[in-house]
C-alpha cells in the first residue's frame, strides 16, 4: 500500500470538500487503502503526482473513478422500505390530486447510483398511476455526479440478491434475465427515467420544481454547513406540500431546516 503523507493527505481532502462536498478530513488510512491499487494501475508510484493531476483537473475520467472508490455505497431495491411505503399511502395520493389537470409528476433522485433507487420508484409511479383515468407523465429525473455509473444505470445489470426485497410479481414484470443469472430492467422501465449527471455542490436549475426529492446515502459524506447548504437548495426547488427523503442514518440540524419534519427521514415543504 502506498503511503500518503500528511501535506498530501490534507491538500487532496481539502480539495474534494470544497469541490464535491465530501468531508474525508479523517479518512486518511481509507484513502491509502482504497486508492494505492488504482494509482499503481495508473502507472503512478507515490501520492504527490496524483494529487497534483487531481487538483489540476487533468483527468475527469481519474476523478470519477476516484470519488466512486473513496465513496462505495451497497444498494439494492427496496432499500429503507418506510419511504415506499409513505410514497404509496401518502406521496402518490397528493401528487395524482395536485397535477390532476396536468398529470405531469415531478420526482427526483438526486444521487441515483447504478440505478436501483430511480427504478423502484418508477416501479411504484407505473402501478399506481396506470390505474388512474387519462394518460399521466410518470417519468422522473435521476441525476449522480459519475458519468460512469449513470453509464452502468442505464445499461444496468443487477444479481438476483438486489431483487430479493421486491415482491415476485415486479422482478417478472419489470426485470429480463440475462444468461449469466442477473437481471436487467425492461425498456418500459428505462423509458420512465432520464439520468443527468449533476454535482449536488452546483446550483440547481432544473426547469420545474420538485414534487419529491430522494437525496438517500450521500449526504453521509458531507460535513455539518455542506449538508444545510445542500437541503436549503433543494427546498427551493420543491413545490409547497412537496417532500424530502433523505437517509435513515443522515442527519438534518432541526433549528435551521427550511422543512417541517413529518417521521424520520421524511421532510415536507408546508404549503
Not at 193 to 200: A, D, E, Q, S
Amino acid at each position: 500500500m502506498m503511503e500518503l503523507s500528511q501535506k498530501d493527505f490534507e491538500r487532496l481532502y481539502q480539495h474534494i470538500q470544497r469541490n464535491y462536498g465530501i468531508d474525508l478530513s479523517k479518512k486518511r488510512q481509507l484513502i491509502m487503502s482504497r486508492l494505492s491499487n488504482t494509482l499503481q494501475a495508473k502507472g503512478y508510484s507515490a501520492f504527490e503526482p496524483f494529487v497534483d493531476d487531481i487538483i489540476a483537473g487533468k483527468d475527469k475520467d481519474m476523478i470519477t473513478v476516484m470519488l466512486n472508490k473513496l465513496t462505495t455505497n451497497y444498494t439494492y431495491f427496496m432499500r429503507e422500505e418506510s419511504h415506499y411505503e409513505f410514497l404509496q399511502d401518502t406521496v402518490m395520493p397528493e401528487i395524482a390530486k395536485r397535477h390532476e389537470r396536468d398529470h405531469v409528476i415531478s420526482i427526483w433522485s438526486a444521487a441515483c447510483s447504478s440505478g436501483e433507487e430511480p427504478y423502484n420508484i418508477s416501479m411504484y409511479l407505473l402501478e399506481y398511476f396506470s390505474k388512474l383515468p387519462g394518460v399521466w407523465d410518470t417519468r422522473i429525473l435521476a441525476s449522480d455526479i459519475s458519468q460512469n455509473i449513470l453509464a452502468t444505470a442505464m445499461n444496468p445489470e443487477y444479481p438476483p440478491e438486489s431483487l430479493e426485497k421486491l415482491p415476485t410479481g415486479w422482478q417478472k414484470k419489470y426485470f429480463i434475465k440475462k444468461p449469466n443469472g442477473n437481471f436487467t430492467v425492461t425498456e418500459a422501465l428505462k423509458k420512465n427515467v432520464i439520468f443527468r449527471p449533476f454535482n449536488l455542490m452546483d446550483p440547481i436549475k432544473w426547469k420545474i420544481p420538485f414534487d419529491l426529492i430522494f437525496c438517500r446515502n450521500v449526504m453521509i459524506y458531507f460535513d455539518q454547513p455542506t449538508k444545510d447548504a445542500l437541503v436549503n437548495r433543494f427546498y427551493n426547488v420543491t413545490v409547497p406540500g412537496g417532500y424530502l427523503f433523505i437517509g435513515h442514518s443522515e442527519g438534518i440540524t432541526k433549528s435551521t431546516c427550511p422543512y417541517q419534519f413529518i417521521k424520520p427521514a421524511i421532510y415536507q415543504r408546508k404549503a
